[in-house]
């Protein structure tokens, strides 16, 4: 028996056969050839096939994980178009006379490289991209298929890594975890894990050549480690778990429908938090109220340009329309801080998170405000969609969006298109905002406490720093009073308040939230019923309230 350590991509804990995915490192000999045109006939047939492959894993990916996760093999099909990389694999063959394997191969390793050695993260990101469509083009070429996952029985898959192909071909009935070597949380491969809610650990340090395919492993995506040839009290062990997992979701699936109220009649309000249009069908598998906050910035990352009004109309009017009538609070561009656009040339700051983000952003380039405003109020004519504000920390910003508000509505009726002018409220996530947060309230309709900057900005820590985990104290007595400082603030002038941070889902402090009077909690969308459950058992008593 032996045990490794990762980082967890998704938790859940799972049990089963191994399935060891080695890449297809096909060893390509450079061959002479006479026909240079009949090799690149080869080329373009192969560069079909490639496309006709990557169509079919699109369709598949739409279904299953939602159309933001499977734009990825839509970038794969425009490589394959990208001029520059195919007639460097038609000149190779030309001028050196070889193999329309050989020469797709080295082109690959070449662009690959170039990539690699670029100074932006993004585009870092693409080697691995254009290494995948090329050793698509070489399997191709050589005839080799792809790994027909949808035949085999549930198992693990372990693996040095998961292109974005590998992964969508899995029939997600039948892999039961990933366990990989390489990889990063942030990777094409690490989202469609999570999406696909299928527990993976990922910077396992295995040796894959003492990994064989039929042995049996337990991957434990709460303990974060994976542990191959488990020992009968192990396996024990790890089947209760997966039966009380199990049983955990089939005792949470009974509550939907139900409502969100105490044994006392209290009510609150249980939204989901997402990042995504594809995301909103997790909200309505969970059966949240409403979406608490819907990340718009997605819109804006994984592209190099702004994404037009239409491009982002459609998005928002889709997420409305799905959600039937319910409740959808989109957050306007929050970019910066850990969230970088090149596009935007923010420029490198010593401190971002404390820069130049969000609205900071939006009230100094108009423009990009200008276009989401217009996106969002128009396809609020079709839902019952809200719009809040991130990182406000000023009486007068509130007042400049209004004014802006007012230009936007004007246009929009010159240009003679349906909107409307949706509910408006505002993130509290500075001190700032919570210390004059009784003259924001009767500026706005409603505030969100976005708990995770509030704690940052409060406490002088940085949340991303790994070394000051320590010190990082959301529970804090300080934010604590302010989350109920601003409740009674919104309150006093007859405002609703939510909580969208990560303390919206901590069952800790539930019953808290609802004593002082929280109207709506907005969590991730598989926190939803567990939140539910939290408060049909809370039971309200008439005692005193402090922080």
């Known amino acids: 028996m032996k045990r490794y350590s990762g980082k967890t991509v998704y938790k859940g804990i799972q049990m089963?056969?191994?399935?060891?995915?080695?890449?297809?490192?096909?060893?390509?000999?450079?061959?002479?050839?006479?026909?240079a045109q009949a090799e690149i006939e080869r080329v373009e047939h192969a560069v079909r096939k490639a496309q006709e492959q990557l169509q079919r894993l699109y369709d598949k990916a739409v279904k299953e994980v939602g159309e933001a996760s499977a734009a990825i093999f839509e970038v794969h099909q425009m490589m394959l178009e990208d001029e520059d990389y195919l007639e460097a694999i038609h000149n190779m063959i030309r001028t050196e006379m070889v193999n329309a394997e050989y020469a797709a191969a080295v082109t690959g390793d070449n662009f690959s490289e170039m990539f690699a050695n670029m100074d932006d993260e993004y585009m870092k990101a693409r080697a691995a991209d254009i290494k995948d469509i090329s050793t698509r083009l070489v399997n191709n070429l050589t005839g080799n298929e792809d790994t027909d996952f949808e035949s085999k029985e549930p198992m693990i898959i372990v693996a040095d890594d998961l292109t974005p192909s590998e992964t969508v071909q899995m029939d997600k009935e039948k892999i039961l975890a990933f366990v990989t070597v390489h990889g990063s949380a942030n990777s094409h491969t690490a989202i469609l894990a999570r999406m696909m809610n299928?527990?993976?650990?990922?910077?396992?340090?295995?040796?894959?050549?003492?990994?064989?395919?039929?042995?049996?492993?337990?991957?434990?995506?709460f303990q974060g480690e994976v542990i191959f040839e488990p020992d009968e009290e192990t396996r024990a062990?790890?089947?209760?778990?997966i039966e009380q997992e199990q049983e955990k979701l089939r005792l949470l699936e009974e509550l939907k429908g139900k409502e969100n109220?105490?044994?006392?009649?209290?009510?609150?309000?249980?939204?989901?938090?997402?990042?995504?249009?594809?995301?909103?069908?997790?909200?309505?598998?969970?059966d949240a109220g409403g979406i608490g906050l819907f990340r718009s910035e997605f819109l804006y990352l994984g592209r190099d340009q702004f994404p037009t009004e239409e491009e982002q109309f459609q998005a928002y009017k889709q997420v409305a329309q799905m959600m039937a009538g319910k409740k959808v609070i989109i957050r306007t561009l929050d970019i910066g801080a850990d969230k970088q656009v090149d596009y935007f040339n923010l420029g490198r700051e010593d401190n971002p998170a404390?820069?130049?983000?969000a609205i900071r952003i939006c009230l100094t380039q108009q423009d990009i405000f200008r276009t989401q405003l217009r996106a969002l109020f128009r396809?609020?004519?079709?839902?019952?969609?809200?719009?809040?504000?991130?990182?406000?920390?000023?009486?007068?910003?509130?007042?400049?969006?209004?004014?802006?508000?007012?230009?936007?509505?004007?246009?929009?009726?010159?240009?003679?298109?349906?909107?409307?002018?949706?509910?408006?409220?505002?993130?509290?996530e500075t001190p700032a905002a919570v210390l004059i947060s009784d003259e924001l309230a009767k500026l706005v309709d409603f505030f969100s406490?976005?708990?995770n900057d509030l704690t940052q900005y409060t406490l002088a820590i940085d949340r991303q720093n790994e070394k000051l985990d320590a010190f990082y104290n959301p529970h804090h007595k300080a934010i604590l009073r302010m989350i109920q400082m601003v409740v009674e603030n919104a309150h006093k002038a007859g405002k609703w308040v939510g909580i969208c941070g990560e303390l919206g889902a901590d069952r800790e402090l539930t019953e808290w939230f609802v004593r002082i009077g929280v109207d709506e909690l907005s969590v991730a969308p598989s926190m939803v019923l567990k939140v539910r459950k939290a408060v049909r058992e809370i039971r309200i008593s008439d005692g005193s309230i402090s922080g």
């Open 16 to 35: 089963g056969p191994v399935f060891v995915l080695k890449g297809k490192e096909s060893q390509v000999k450079r061959v002479r050839i006479e026909d």
């Open 198 to 221: 299928i527990p993976a650990l990922i910077g396992v340090p295995l040796d894959l050549d003492a990994i064989h395919t039929g042995m049996y492993a337990v991957v434990d995506g």
């Open 237 to 241: 062990d790890a089947k209760e778990r």
């Open 261 to 286: 109220v105490t044994l006392d009649g209290r009510k609150i309000q249980i939204y989901a938090n997402i990042g995504s249009v594809s995301d909103v069908a997790y909200v309505l598998e969970n």
């Open 354 to 357: 404390m820069g130049y983000r």
């Open 379 to 428: 396809a609020a004519f079709y839902g019952n969609l809200s719009v809040m504000y991130p990182m406000i920390i000023s009486v007068e910003e509130v007042k400049a969006i209004a004014a802006i508000v007012e230009q936007v509505k004007a246009e929009l009726e010159q240009d003679g298109l349906p909107y409307r002018i949706p509910e408006q409220g505002i993130m509290i």
């Open 449 to 451: 406490i976005g708990t």
